[in-house]
């Protein structure tokens, strides 16, 4: 069962499959669904604010400059086509947060611009419409008055809506001013641009943040409800709903309590309230987070529509929900809504607080995205700010297909975006990014399609290199057995060649005259050395290459061998570096062949004692094997050795040749003729050059 699993797993089929699925998994993001590219950079000036909007509904957007100094009179100019139609100039300084929008208000097709600004303590909301040359305003009204606080104004402006309240034809806007340290103003307001007048919602200690429009009641009005902080910046007893606490408030078109506001916690707790409607049944979820030391839970809280607590659910792990906020997909029909956590994690909640369904964004930083219509498809794509801050992370409706753009700037400061429309060419997306400002280019990618028929090529091109690679392997395999079947043919015949057929004979018939002449200690010896001999032989005759040591051995063996059957009528000598390592392989019989042919044809035919001597030595690259004898030399041996048929020595270089084709070490040696000091023969050496593959050992 095991093997039949391995098979099945090493099978190429199987391998394609699965380096496939790794090659396809680290390929770049050239195929997702949607693509996002930066077609244009450049720098700004810090007090300038590029916008664009299609102000005359023509197909165009017009470029909006703001010029905020920061010591006064700020202003705007108007380009359409590039070419400027109109500059309009204000008092004081732009509102912090929010502080234009562009609301067709009179419904004549052109938007006008609207502008909050601070002058001295005022705040003042001025309506121009830049297509009406020479008309300085339509509209300025007074707002609500702003405290300073370190040097600086003290609010954030946050617009939210543009109904039509009172079904005039005219439409309104509604926007919420808060503070940080100071005590006011800390209020949703609605504007009448047509009868030019505020409604201000009851003062209060604590303000709704980024507030939200939604029909609660199914009034056929939109109320307003929105994020709440327990700071713990106005703790006076005489005003209502101070900040020492959190409150659900939602206001309806008069700027009134739709429900009187109900509190949650205490100081450092905070609150995010999102209006619900799943199945025609309208809810307010609250996200409740407690940031400090008090035992106080984080939960999830549902409410009907006149603030009746329905259900709740605890959420016991603080890490993950200390940055996390609600949002909705359709922010008109609110029928879904979502949990953001700080690990990346999106999980859609139901009317039971169940999670419905989980999406992973983990590059993500947990940071209200920014929702915005980037290809003009009818649904918002929502923009989040990257994880390293190094860049944006633009996502469908749903959160799907995310793409990255990255930028070289960190991203410390929120960027402003806006849609540049051009006609039917196709829309660019623009953001700032303090100073820098990018044209962004998202659409459909026209190689996701093609996504497919790739990844088939990619596992037909890994298969057929796996085919190929398996082809090749087996053809080396099949080589290497025919190499060594053909080396070890070679060594047999060598064997069957050189062997002297008298050898063996001589052997028994000298073990016979041992055990005759009572000399058994001899004998046993001798026929050691023969059966060791013999059984090397028999055991390594498949081998095509053995260990220097046993090479070595099996000469040694030879030699007594040999010195035995000839009564002793040479010395040998064998000396082996330190630094050879006697592990390493060398063909069979390499040693044998030289030191066989020194006895044979040089020695046996001296009539005064020989001698052998057998060295091996190495280097960083080479090990030098030297066997010299002082016999009769190879000239005078070949008239001792008329009837050898001299095949010893080209059996070798067929041998050494497929040995250097097996495994890649060229084998090569020396035969070199010694003379006496009277130039007459003095025997032979051979000097034999093994290239190592393994480091020497150390002497």
Known sequence: MIKRGLNILIHPLTLSLLISCIIISL???????YKAKINETRKIHEPEIFSYYDLDSDGFSEEILYYGPPDNYPSLIVRNKGKIIDQKNFEGVFTPGDFFIYCDYNSDSIAEIFVLTIKNDSIILTGVNPYKVGETHFIKLFIDKCSMYDGRYDCHAHFCDSPDTDENGYKELVFGINTGRSKQPRNLYLVDIFNDTVIKSPVSGTAIHIPVAFDINNDGYNEYMGKSCAHGNFYRDSIDYPDTHAWLMVLDRKMNFLFEPKKFGQYKTIIDVKPFRPFKTNYLIVLQKHQGTENIDNKLILFDSNGNEIKERLLEDFSVIENSFLMSRDKVRCNDLYLFLNNGQIEQIDSNLNIVSKISLPDIQNVRPFRIDADLDGLDEFVFTAQDKQGLIITRNDFTFPVKLEFINNMNVWPYFSIKRQGYEKPKLYTQIGGQSFIIEYSKNPLHPLKYFIWIGIYVGVFFFLFLLQKVQQIRAKHKYE???KIAE??????????????TLNIINSLGTLFYQNDPDKANYIFGKYAQMLRNTILRSDDISISLSEEIEYVENFLDLEKFSLNNKFDYKIEIAKNVN??????KMLLHTFVQNAIKHGIRHLKTKGELNISLEASNKNYIFTI??????RIKAKEYSKLSTGKGLKILDQILELYYNLEGIKIKYDIVDLYDNFGDPAGTKVIINVPVKINVSPG
């Open 27 to 33: 390929l770049p993001p050239v195929f997702n669904k």
């Open 490 to 503: 070679l060594q047999l015949k060598y064997v069957k060649t050189q062997t002297d057929p008298h050898f």
């Open 628 to 633: 010299s004898d002082n016999g009769v030399g």
């Open 582 to 587: 006697q592990d390493n392989k060398v063909p």
């Open 483 to 485: 190499t060594e079947k």
